[in-house]
Structures are given as C-alpha cells and as structure tokens.
C-alpha cells in the first residue's frame, strides 16, 4: 500500500475486523488504493497493527466477499476493479453503517430494543 495507513483504535466499541474493513473500503471507493495494488498480506498487516492475523483475515474476506479485493496464490492480495455504479445502495455498506451504529449504541449501554426503536424513530423523520 503505497502511503495509505490504516489505523485501528482498540478503545473503540468497533470491532478491529470492522475498523480495518472500513478503511480500507473507503480508501479503495475513493480510488486513493487504486486498482491492482497490492495489499500487504495478512500476517504483515496483522503484525504491523499488533492485532492477531485472525482478525485481519476477517476483514479481508469480508473485502473479498464485496468484490473490492482479489487474493490469489502466488500473487497475493490486490485491489479489485471497483464494480459498476448500483441502482441503489451498497448493501455491504448499509450493514457495515448498522453494526457501527448498534456498536456504538451498545457501548452507551443500550439495550437490542432501544436501538431498534432509535432506528425506527430515524426512519420516519
């Protein structure tokens, strides 16, 4: 990754995993990682970041799984070509805004069903 840093903050409600795949998201839909740049690979990150390769590797799958990523044996891990504009919205990316919202909400102390009737109050204004 030529320049791009990716930061992980453990006092944070986000889970790490969450807080990687955020990032990296963002700097690949930006075009700041631009197609075909290589990732460093997992290990590497992992200990780069102090954090356990595990969780580095959730956040990678979960890169693949929305197409931003390509891991391939013997070449590593790049950044894919970013897929054409939806009609609508990301659904990754929706899921990805709930768990940081029920995240942080949950660090407040929140309970399951305070969350759901915050989150059905913003859908009607």
């Known amino acids: 990754m030529s320049g791009a840093a990716v930061r ?3 006092t944070s409600p986000v889970p790490p995993y969450e807080q990687i795949r955020a990032q990296l998201a963002a700097l690949i839909t930006s075009g700041r ?5 290589r990732l460093p690979t997992v290990r590497q990150l992992a200990a780069d970041l102090g954090l356990a390769a595990g969780t580095v590797a959730r956040a990678y799958r979960e890169l ?3 197409s931003l990523i390509r891991t391939r ?3 590593g891990t790049r950044v894919a070509p970013l897929p054409a504009p939806a009609d609508g919205p990301d659904p ?3 899921a990805a805004l709930a768990r940081d919202f ?3 909400a949950r660090a407040l102390g929140a ?3 305070a969350v759901a009737a915050a989150v059905r109050a913003a859908l009607r204004e």
């Open 92 to 94: 990754a990316e929706i």
């Open 8 to 10: 992980v903050d453990t």
């Open 111 to 113: 309970t399951g069903e």
């Open 102 to 104: 029920v995240g942080r």
């Open 33 to 37: 990682l631009p197609e075909g740049e």
């Open 64 to 66: 693949e799984a929305a």
């Open 73 to 75: 044996r013997g070449a």
